[in-house]
């Protein structure tokens, strides 16, 4: 008999196919997250085999630094694995169903994965640039030959925020999502919170305490979280990946005094990747900038390298996803959970899967994404000013006449450090909701003013509520 149950008690432990050889997988680089992958396969295969319906084996292991590679796989302390230098060995192997991508990037990562496709091997990835880039590319290619990717690893590390929006929230027209999708930046934002200190203090200790990479460019610029915002944007709105049209701002130019000053009036600031519906505009909100948040809302409290996502949802009302975005196991799980949905749907008809972006591919709309000139935020602006008689009229009677309506006013002694001229101020003004193009209109003229003695500072604000 070659199936039989485990435990007569249940459907799904009848359908336990015992006897069934596990799937093959095969990882092409292998590094923190592949042997996180290792281990966490080794240690909960009873688990995950009563899950999958059968055993997930990593059979072959592609890397260039072989030695390295055979290092990390003898460590995890699994037999059986042959180790290559030579990717494509893993995809010409017919015996491997599953390829796991662990390379990053758009380049030889790209490659691999199509030729992968082309071979019929199901994917899973968690290359959040390559499929914000050229996802519609794979997951078209993959579509027609009937195999499945798999990226789940690819935004918020653990947090099955895919699995959410694509399955859990299936029966919502979704409004709004607003992520904390980069740990790196997160931890730099909290520390300079908490300690006080400049951003490239805190940067240098990122790095030194490994959580930013050595080039860490794509996560203070906003890069990594734009990627992950662009996905998710596509799978909440049905919409192709359009990593191009997505607005995009690190940290880099924060100040210490500005954290400071949103602090006194009630507000974290936070690298949030933001994507919206606008139905008055017929388009899509896409973007990554650091946001002022009430101190009172959960994500604002969201610490240290951990990552928040809120969506909202027409019926589910507010949802909130937190857990660690980055780290071996963490990263692990997620890509596991890639290999148990594979394992168990890779026997079924490939129209009646899930679709790569939750919307069936030929139900995809083209809104379009709208321009950053377009969106609608209140402000939080620092304007370092000559402390004159007038000078707070002159900048009020701006925005007056861009319609922008004031919210509060703060004014304190400035710290003098790219001033110009004149006894120094900061003026701090919030703002009610306005479209970005009026706010830029309106900065050009005030920082015209010859009172005005250095780059104004902007920063959008969300109530989030
Ligand atoms: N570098 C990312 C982060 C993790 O800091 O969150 C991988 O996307």
């Keep these: 008999m070659k199936t039989q149950s485990v435990s007569a ?45 059968r055993g997930i084996a990593i059979t072959m292991v592609a890397d260039l630094d072989t030695a390295r590679a055979q290092a990390l796989v003898d460590e995890a302390g699994i037999e059986g694995v042959q180790v290559v230098g030579d990717a494509r060995a893993v995809i010409a192997n017919p015996a491997i169903d599953i390829v796991i991508e662990l390379i990053g990037g758009y380049g030889i990562a790209r490659s691999l994965v199509m030729e992968a496709i082309a071979a019929g091997k199901h994917v899973v990835t968690a290359n959040k640039a390559l499929l914000a880039v ?33 399955e859990g929230l299936t029966a919502n027209r979704i409004e709004s999502i607003a992520g904390i999708i980069n740990g790196t930046t997160n ?81 974290r600031i936070k690298l949030l990747g933001i994507t919206k519906r606008r139905d008055d505009l017929g388009g899509i909100e896409l973007r990554v900038h650091p946001t002022l948040v009430p101190a009172i809302r959960l994500i604002a409290n969201v610490e240290g ?43 079924a008809d490939p129209d009646h899967r899930v679709p790569h972006l939750a919307f069936q591919p030929g139900a995809q709309a083209d809104t379009r994404i709208l321009d950053i000139g377009e969106v609608v935020t209140s402000f939080y ?20 006449e861009h319609d922008i309506s004031i919210d509060a006013v703060l004014q304190r002694p400035g710290s003098a450090d790219h001033a110009e ?45």
Excluded: C, W
């Excluded at 997250?33 to 295969?45: D, H, I, M, P, Y």
């Excluded at 997951?139 to 935004?155: D, H, I, S, Y």
């Design 381 to 400: 602006l620092r304007l370092q000013v000559a402390d004159q008689t007038g000078v707070l009229s002159e900048i009020t009677t701006i925005l007056a």
């Design 187 to 267: 931890f730099i934002l909290s520390e300079m919170r908490d300690k006080g200190l400049d951003f490239g203090v805190v940067l240098k200790q990122a790095q030194a305490l490994g959580y930013a990479e050595a080039d860490p460019t794509f996560d203070i610029e906003g890069v990594d979280a734009a990627h992950k915002v662009t996905i998710m944007s596509a799978i909440a709105f049905g919409t192709p990946v359009q990593f191009n049209r997505a607005y995009v701002e690190g940290i880099t130019q924060l100040h210490g005094a500005d954290i400071r000053y949103a602090e006194q009036l009630g507000y």
């Design 9 to 53: 008690q249940t459907p799904a432990a009848q359908r336990l196919d015992v006897e069934a050889q596990p799937i093959q997988v095969g990882l092409l680089g292998i590094g923190t997250v592949g042997s996180g992958t290792f281990k966490v396969l080794a240690r909960n295969q009873q688990e995950i085999r009563r899950r999958a319906g």
């Design 134 to 166: 050229h996802g519609s590319e794979i997951f078209a290619a993959a579509n027609a030959k009937g195999v499945m990717v798999g990226f789940e690893a690819a935004v918020a590390g653990g947090i099955p925020i895919i699995k959410a929006l694509r």
């Design 421 to 465: 001229g004149g006894k120094p101020t900061d003026l701090i003004i919030m703002t009610h909701d306005t479209v970005e193009g009026r706010m830029r209109q309106a900065l050009a003229r005030m920082q015209a003013l010859p009172t005005v003695l250095a780059p104004i500072v902007n920063i959008r604000k969300e109530a989030l509520n």
């Design 305 to 347: 390298a951990m990552n928040a996502i809120m969506v909202h949802g027409d019926a589910v009302g507010t949802t909130l996803y937190y857990g660690k975005g980055a780290g071996a196991e963490p990263t692990a799980s997620a890509v596991i959970a890639d290999l148990v949905d594979i394992t168990r749907l890779h026997t």
